[in-house]
């Protein structure tokens, strides 16, 4: 196993130092994050942008601000320049549910389940 220091440094090494963005408690199901996800996974980050600006779903708009932060993130902390990025890695994990109760007819209740979703991107440098 080895001293606590020596672990920590292993477990450094092995970390991922691809500039990144990641956005927790998202008020979105997975499902409707996946469709804008799908969408820019892969592409530039200047076409990825232009797509989740004009996508109508609410998502896009949520994702657009997460992928300016990761953008923003690979210039300041990397120093990499935002012509020479792509989308890497972009998904959607499922986060908490929140469960709420909706009268109906004859005394029932019927439950809403208000899902919510963690999403990332990752960024990467074009070879």
Do not use: W
Not at 57 to 80: F, H, Q, T
Not at 82 to 99: F, H, I, R, S
Request: charge should be positive.
């Amino acid at each position: 196993m080895g001293h606590r220091s020596q672990v920590k440094r292993e477990r450094n090494e092995q970390k991922d130092t691809r500039p990144s963005a990641k956005l927790s408690y998202a008020r979105m199901s997975v499902t409707k994050a996946c469709f804008v996800l799908d969408a820019i996974r892969g592409k530039d980050v200047r076409e990825a942008l232009a797509i989740v600006t004009y996508n109508p779903r609410y998502a896009s708009s949520v994702i657009a601000k997460l992928l300016k932060s990761a953008m923003a993130n690979a210039e300041n902390n990397n120093g990499l320049k935002a012509e020479d990025l792509y989308v890497a890695e972009c998904y959607a994990n499922k986060g908490p549910t929140m469960k709420r109760i909706q009268p109906r007819a004859q005394g029932r209740a019927y439950r809403i389940e208000k899902r919510m979703s963690h999403i990332t991107i990752v960024l990467d440098e074009k070879n």
